[in-house]
């Protein structure tokens, strides 16, 4: 596993490099929108990056509240923390988009809204998860995945069923889009689902190397007081 | 076009800096692991 990482790593950036390249360079201009068009091949594959990324933790929840297994847990958590980092992404390039071809950064409309929530919701799981040292921290933080998931649909979905100031889906929504764009943009979001993929593993395993060192901290510090007993009550017999 | 490098340079900010974040996380583990090791060899 130890060399297989590197490689993949190295894979990864060429195909980021690559789908870089095609953004920037390789597609073609959008007649009205022009460049800042191309900020799309950065902010869509970051949502679909993010969507997966939550419904991850959304079974890993559900499989955690049904075998309680530890493994679960710590998918759960990761995906969480990845999928904010994503969905930061998201809300940070979408009004950068927004001020050339809306004139604003941002309105109260209900796919932003909605996205707002969500990157609320998991930023809430996170500091639940950092900052409450309850043995009962996994199972509340699962629950709170499971109703959280319930927005993921919302925020997808919301341009498809209500009229919103954002763009209609070009993808799958009855939109349409040049060939060549969408070969980008799947470019895009191969590239950055291979790099959320690899993110993933290496928090992960610091995940497994932190819980690890832990119990050691635990155990450790449940021997201390005996053997500072034994110290003592050897002094005790010697005095 | 300025727009277009903004967004492409926040993306990339944003994801080194939570990299670095793992990279501190993992160096102060591996401080940790080696301490413990230390104290577990002395005792």
Redesign the interface.
Known sequence: MKRVFPILAVLTAALLSYALYEALVAAPTEQTMGDVQRIFYYHVPSAWTAFILFFVNFFASIAYLVWRANKADIVALVTAEVGVIFCTVVLVTGPIWARPVWGIWWTWDLRLTLTLVLWLIYVSYLVLRRFSSSGQTPLLAAVLAVFGALDVPLVYFSIWFFRTQHPQPVVGGGGSIDPRMLHVLLINWLAFSCFAALVCWSRYRLEVLKREVDETLALEALLEPRSAQTKTSRYGSGG | ?N??Y???V??WA??IG??GT?VR??SR?RN??AE?KT??EE?
């Open positions: 076009m727009y277009l903004a967004a492409y926040a993306t944003i994801h939570y990299l793992l996380r993992y583990l940790e692991i413990l104290r577990i005792k």
